[in-house]
């Protein structure tokens, strides 16, 4: 009697060739990819509404998640915020340092990190209604404010200082207060971004547009030029 033979089909002839399908965006087998997509939906919405006045839902929509898998990344609203804030302060200060760290020379050195400080708002225009928003709702004293000053604004500042007591020293720059100087840069540079919604309404003219943004940078760095170098004799 012959041994019969289990019929075998052409699929099960050799290993399978399907691959295995890639985790969809808004599950948890794709972390980096769901997690960024919730941070810059939360900033389109805290820029817009603030934290009291932000919505999980929204953002959560916006970032084509669930709420479940927003919670799963960041506890509640609170967190998500100070995330956020570490989004915007982190890029800032990973952007500048190095720029500051450089062994350019001071006046150089300068316009390096205006034009790098400026690219990074432009590229990021909603930023700036977000620290706003959060200057006026956490004054001076919060944990909050504190924390982000220590670990984002301290370093800048300190290799600012640097930058212009060595252009200063070296006769290249004009001798002025850093407690003065500095955060002139700073409304110079965030403040044209915070207001192009008014300007916009104002003049009719898009601040944001390509060829407002080139004009802006040029415009900047040419004022704090004029302000600060000391000209050639």
């Known amino acids: 009697m012959k041994t019969a033979r289990a019929a075998r089909s052409p699929r099960s002839a050799g290993p399978s060739r399907r691959r295995p399908l890639a985790p969809k965006l808004g599950t948890r087998g794709r972390p980096e990819e769901s997690r960024a997509a919730i941070l810059k939906a939360a900033v389109a919405e805290f820029a817009e509404h603030g934290i ?16 479940a898998l927003l919670y799963y990344y960041f506890k509640d609203k609170d967190s998500l915020y100070e995330a956020v804030l570490d989004h915007v302060f982190s890029g800032l200060r990973e952007r500048v340092m190095p720029v500051l760290e450089s062994k350019t020379p001071p006046r150089a ?13 432009s590229e990021n225009p909603r930023f700036p209604r977000v620290v ?6 956490s004054g001076r004293g919060t944990i909050r404010m504190q924390r982000i000053a220590k670990e984002y604004f301290r370093p800048i500042f300190a290799k600012l200082q640097v930058v212009l007591q060595e252009g200063i020293s070296a006769g290249q720059f004009r001798a ?3 407690m003065d100087f500095l955060p002139s840069i700073g409304a110079l540079i965030v403040f044209y971004f915070t207001a192009a919604p008014l300007m916009k309404t104002l003049t009719k003219v898009d601040p944001l547009s390509p060829e407002r943004i080139r004009e802006r940078r040029a415009f900047v760095l040419d004022f704090i030029s004029a302000a600060l170098f000391v000209k050639a004799r």
């Open 109 to 121: 050195k300068m316009l390096q990190y205006l034009g790098t400080y400026f690219d990074y708002i």
């Open 176 to 178: 002025l207060n850093p």
């Open 52 to 67: 009291a006045g932000a919505r999980t839902d929204a953002i959560a929509k916006s970032a084509h998640v669930n709420k």
């Open 132 to 137: 706003q928003g959060e200057w006026v709702r």
